[in-house]
């Protein structure tokens, strides 16, 4: 098993930009693949970015493609997301998520797949 946290939002101005963290504890966090995900009031839980488990290869919703960034620090125990261009749209609780059941394509988009979750961080952009 393993336990995640998340840091790093906030309120920003439209344009503006964040960098989300999420420090992994327990089991070996690089044998894990991970994700972003984001959920705002009254809608589901949308999928953000993926990353492999060596961070080698990564994935984005068309929504923030261009703008956002997935990273990890193996060493560090620690997933990263940059984003940048903040819209007012952006604003939700962003989890962050790690999985260990298989998935292709865009299954691997679903939060379904995912077995572990943060607590969530809220960003919040201003127009």
């Known amino acids: 098993q393993v336990h995640l946290v998340e840091s790093g939002g906030g309120l920003v101005q439209a344009g503006g930009s964040l960098r989300l963290s999420c420090v992994a504890s327990?089991?070996?966090?690089?044998?894990?693949?991970m994700g972003w995900f984001r959920q705002a009031p009254g809608k589901e839980r949308d999928f953000v970015a993926s990353?492999?488990?060596?961070?080698?290869?990564?994935s984005y919703a068309d929504s923030v493609k261009g703008r956002f960034t997935i990273s990890r620090d193996n060493s560090e125990n620690t997933l990263y997301l940059r984003m940048n261009a903040l819209k007012p749209e952006d604003t939700a609780v962003y989890y962050c998520?790690?999985?260990?059941?298989?998935?292709?394509?865009?299954?691997?988009?679903?939060?379904?797949?995912?077995?572990?979750w943060g607590q969530g961080t809220q960003v919040t952009v201003s127009s």
């Open positions: 998520a790690a999985r260990t059941k298989t998935c292709s394509g865009t299954g691997c988009y679903t939060p379904d797949v995912y077995n572990y």
């Open positions: 990353i492999t488990r060596s961070g080698g290869s990564t």
């Open positions: 327990g089991r070996t966090f690089s044998a894990y693949p």
